[in-house]
């Protein structure tokens, strides 16, 4: 969350049917009070300050000891005996009473939005009323499910320690979560984890907006989301139909607009096709939010930066966890990432029967990132002995894709020393989170970091050479200067003082960063950073100016790589001929077809420019001489036409 304000020890009690006392650390941020244990039982606490009803408190016998009874919207009431300094202690209270002033306004806002939540009415009248398409178009059912059970035990929960916005997280959250959300829950439950459910809070009307801001729009996002519209999870009853359809249509649409520099990538429409069973399009909305701004940074990117590092921590954990598979696998030349990729950016959706790819994303939602790689993990040591088998890359894909497919099979499995007949997907569930509890968040984040920087530079350098091949003309340039060019490029649109990168991804150069390219490799150009406005500075600016317009053929007010190629190597390789033909275009003002009186003093006054660096003055006679002859040439032709 953000950045804590105030810290201190503290003791949380919670007097309910089962009475809980945990101690931990107790802090306020910009928009949380917060609590995390640092012992059994395990309580984690995140109370946002427009859900406090009431703060009082209480006497105690003990002077370095304070205690602070919170009422929270739910009535749920939370002692905190905070040990700390009394200066301390003084400055939470006082913080404490500034942020829940600061929080009135939300305050009144929240009644409406609690009361619209699934939690809420399950409670009231064991109905919910929210459009999700799961509600219409039914759920998908999982073999050996009690639905009626799962609601029955969150409902319990939910009285004794809060719900929705005041939820407390107990070890009984946690295994509520890994046996399964009832489908009726899961949506919201999901939100909350996540922590999405704050975003949309915040943002209540934004979805909307945007939608009608940006209605009947086009771009190369909105076009790409049309052709993976029908290949989104079209076994659904409602992608079969145009309700289904629109409704993905408008939810991937207004997160293009949202996020235009990200703006889609393909599997986003598979995430979220599956979000909408569960969640109404304004929730899907910010849980993709979420996902892809914090959760899975650089997954659905163009270049898909986050899962490629993500595949590199995954080899490195297979690697250190099972050295046998990965020396097996590197001896029989088998990519692991092959496999492995579609997993992570899937979330496992595309792999196991949908009915448990929903479980794994109530874990990962739970949990984050670290699930992804704890199930990989898992998967691979249940299949070990058939991977040490393995001679290539499509008997492993047959061993998994039979292991998926199997997924709800019972088995035998150990536990504590007892043999236990179980699915084999909570076997997995059980022995993944048990066996590699300590692939935890802060080993990932420092894997990420480790890999970082070395997959970066592979997928620069591989999209520099794809670049490269892809040119419809290369003129004469070799390789080494077509990458010479292209690092060239790159570097003044990065350093450039008007950044212009388009939201597709695709870079585009406009005139001030052309400035700064051609400054950096042709000598006479005068650097754009120059604040010195003498008549040289600004015939250069004119002159490059229309250069510019010269290299950007189709009048697009931007150039790509392409077009610095072709103008490059017209000028670099191009014949005397050519030479003149360029010259008399870049000053053809309007495209008239010929050169104006005005139009000749513009060459004059760029060639003495370009040629102002040379020693000597045998550049102004030559100018001379050719604007005197252009002139009487000029005169003549108008003589004859009189």
Known sequence: FNQKKCVSFAVLSISTNSAIKSSGQFFLSKTFL???????????LVLPYFVIKRVEKANTTNNNIVSLIITTYHKIKLTFELFSVRQQVNLIC?????????NISKMSMSKAFISNLSSEELLVSNTISKKCLGEKYGYIKSKKTNEKAKTKYWLQYFSEYG???????TPTFTKLVRIGLPNVMRGELWEICSGSIYLRFLNQGYYEKILEKYAGHVSLSTEE????LNRSLPEYKAYQTEEGINSLRRVLYAYSFHNPELGYCQAMNIVASVLLIFMTEEQVFWLLTVLCDRLLPGYYSVNMVGVIIDNQVFESLVLKYMPAISEHFKKYDIQLSIVCLPWFLSLFINSFPLSLAFRVLDCFFLQGPPVLFQLGLGILKANAEKLLRAKDDGEVMNIFKNYFATAEDQVMTKNLNTNILLMKFNALLLSSLRDYKSVNYDLILKMRKSHQFRVVHSIQLYKKRSDIRDLKSTHLFNNDDLSKLYDQFYTSLFYGRDESTHATGNEKMDLMNFQVFISQIASWASSPSSSKLDR??????NFLNRLFNFFDKEH????????IVDGIGEIKFGGLLSHIDMLFHVHDTNDKGYLSREDIILVGESLLFLCRKMEGDQHLSAVSDLMKEAFELADEIRKEKE
């Open 556 to 563: 697009r007010g931007y150039l790509e790589f392409q077009d």
């Open 34 to 44: 917060c609590f995390y244990s640092s012992n059994k039982p395990q309580l984690y």
């Open 163 to 169: 719900r929705n916005l005041t939820i407390l997280r």
């Open 94 to 102: 006082s913080t404490l009473k500034d942020q829940l002033k600061g």
């Open 225 to 228: 989301i049309e052709k993976d």
């Open 536 to 541: 040289n500075a600004l015939v250069g600016f």
